[in-house]
């Protein structure tokens, strides 16, 4: 049965660094493309990083680029998004996503995730 598990989320202060962690048990996670999307209050769920099977292509949202960094580690199954300088506009529930095909197809639904996670919470209070 596939399964992604988000953690790390949490309320944290504008301006400080939070590190999101998803554990996938997809086979083979080394061939998944993977990604992190986010949902704000009142809002569509939006792409926000994303990482290609290979690892040698990754991709960011202009909101986030420079801030947020996705990398994956094929040994324990997991991606990261390592988040700094926390804006208030980052609060959202952030999920994790595995794209069988490998790829972060960037004009396809969804960016081709066809596997998702329940999503954890994070809140940037001022």
């Known amino acids: 049965q596939v399964q992604l598990v988000e953690s790390g989320g949490g309320l944290v202060q504008a301006g400080s660094s939070l590190r999101l962690s998803c554990v996938a048990s997809?086979?083979?996670?080394?061939?998944?493309?993977l990604g992190w999307f986010r949902q704000a209050p009142g809002k569509e769920r939006e792409f926000v990083a994303g990482i290609s099977w290979s690892a040698g292509n990754t991709y960011y949202a202009d909101a986030v680029k420079g801030r947020f960094t996705i990398w994956r580690d094929n040994a324990k199954n997991t991606v990261y998004l390592q988040m700094n300088s926390l804006k208030l506009e980052d609060t959202a529930v952030y999920y994790c996503a595995a794209n069988p095909g490998g790829t972060v197809a960037a004009g396809a639904v969804d960016y081709g995730m066809r596997y998702w996670g329940k999503g954890t919470l994070v809140t940037v209070s001022s």
């Open positions: 997809v086979h083979p996670f080394s061939t998944h493309g």
